[in-house]
């Protein structure tokens, strides 16, 4: 594993690794379901990585096949990092032991469709539906479609608001060598239309000054929380985009997970739900 904050490479047991992959990626105060899940999707994504597949070509990480890095693989952390950042003292063994415990009773389990090791991607809250593969990354997965996630709506992440002068959005935006020719007016209220939207309920095309753009491109450049978003100009001429959810919207919502466990979903039901006709099974 590379180590992105330490910058060093680690080797450590495959299911102590996925412990520290639930940790950082999902509330430990979750339902034992939900964290299941989690552990199957965790253990998934790494096994499919150890395995050469699904490799990214971008040369982060040439050496080892995944990274803590959670804006690139998943991220890691041990019991006492978690303990200093988030836990406490007095929680830290009650969680880590909820965890373990997730860990264990799914050991060796992945998710696999058609007999191939699946891509399990997942995100913090998908806004009421997830997106699919195929509109966020151009690419059609039979696995990762569109679904309901109620859940996602009762959830703290769920609205976000971002604000931005006309001169911020033309800083974000031309500081990308490929939108250098981007242009915006001060008075751009003429200027922002969304053109059509994604099975998921996200934003597919939106027009913005001189340009069309992805969904998914202007939430990048703009660090916006999704691509489920509303845009208004406010009374101060700042351009507003209200967003629903956190992440990409592929996959597993960890927040619609955490809901259908609550209501007696069991950690198979939760995953067979995000990722379309898989099977769970040992991977050797």
Same mark, same amino acid.
């Not at 059509?196 to 309920?201: A, F, V």
């Given at each position: 594993?590379?180590?992105?904050?330490?910058?060093? =490479?680690?080797?450590?047991?495959?299911?102590?690794?996925?412990?520290?992959? &639930?940790? /950082?990626?999902?509330?430990?105060?979750?339902?034992?379901?939900?964290?299941? /899940?989690?552990?199957? /999707?965790?253990?998934?994504?790494?096994?499919?990585?150890?395995?050469?597949?699904?490799?990214?070509?971008?040369?982060?990480?040439?050496?080892?096949?995944?990274?803590?890095?959670?804006?690139?693989?998943?991220?890691?952390?041990?019991?006492?990092?978690?303990?200093?950042?988030?836990?406490?003292?007095?929680?830290?063994?009650?969680?880590?032991?909820?965890?373990?415990?997730? &860990?264990?009773?799914?050991?060796?389990?992945?998710?696999?469709?058609?007999?191939?090791?699946?891509?399990? =991607?997942?995100?913090?809250?998908?806004?009421?539906?997830?997106?699919?593969?195929?509109?966020?990354?151009?690419?059609?997965?039979?696995?990762?479609?569109?679904?309901?996630?109620?859940?996602?709506?009762?959830?703290?992440?769920?609205?976000?608001?971002?604000?931005?002068?006309?001169?911020?959005?033309?800083?974000?935006?031309?500081?990308?060598?490929?939108?250098?020719?981007?242009?915006?007016?001060?008075?751009?209220?003429?200027?922002?239309?969304?053109?059509?939207?994604?099975?998921?309920?996200? &934003?597919?095309?939106?027009?913005?000054?001189?340009?069309?753009?992805?969904?998914?491109?202007?939430?990048?450049?703009?660090?916006?929380?999704?691509?489920?978003?509303?845009?208004?100009?406010?009374?101060?001429?700042?351009?507003?985009?209200?967003?629903?959810?956190?992440?990409?919207?592929?996959?597993?919502?960890?927040?619609? /997970?955490?809901?259908?466990?609550?209501?007696?979903?069991?950690?198979?039901?939760?995953?067979?739900?995000?990722?379309?006709?898989?099977?769970?099974?040992?991977?050797?």
């Amino acid at each position: 594993v590379w180590m992105h904050e330490e910058q060093k =490479v680690s080797e450590m047991d495959l299911e102590e690794y996925i412990k520290g992959v &639930v940790a /950082a990626e999902m509330p430990a105060s979750f339902e034992a379901e939900a964290l299941k /899940a989690q552990a199957v /999707a965790a253990r998934t994504y790494a096994v499919a990585r150890l395995l050469g597949l699904y490799t990214p070509k971008d040369g982060y990480h040439t050496d080892t096949p995944i990274c803590t890095d959670p804006a690139h693989c998943q991220g890691y952390k041990t019991k006492e990092q978690m303990t200093e950042i988030h836990w406490g003292k007095r929680a830290a063994n009650r969680y880590w032991k909820k965890i373990a415990e997730a &860990v264990e009773e799914t050991k060796g389990l992945v998710i696999t469709c058609n007999g191939e090791i699946a891509n399990p =991607v997942y995100h913090s809250n998908a806004g009421g539906k997830t997106e699919s593969a195929l509109d966020v990354w151009g690419t059609p997965v039979s696995y990762l479609i569109s679904v309901p996630s109620k859940g996602d709506l009762y959830s703290p992440t769920l609205d976000n608001k971002h604000e931005f002068t006309p001169d911020e959005i033309r800083e974000k935006i031309k500081s990308d060598p490929d939108y250098a020719d981007f242009a915006l007016s001060d008075n751009p209220k003429d200027e922002i239309e969304i053109i059509d939207y994604t099975d998921g309920g996200g &934003v597919k095309t939106l027009r913005l000054g001189n340009k069309e753009f992805k969904g998914t491109e202007i939430r990048k450049l703009l660090s916006l929380k999704s691509t489920k978003f509303t845009v208004s100009i406010n009374d101060e001429n700042k351009i507003c985009f209200l967003t629903k959810g956190s992440g990409h919207g592929v996959g597993m919502s960890q927040w619609g /997970a955490n809901y259908l466990a609550m209501n007696g979903g069991t950690y198979i039901e939760i995953l067979e739900h995000y990722y379309n006709g898989i099977i769970v099974k040992k991977y050797r």
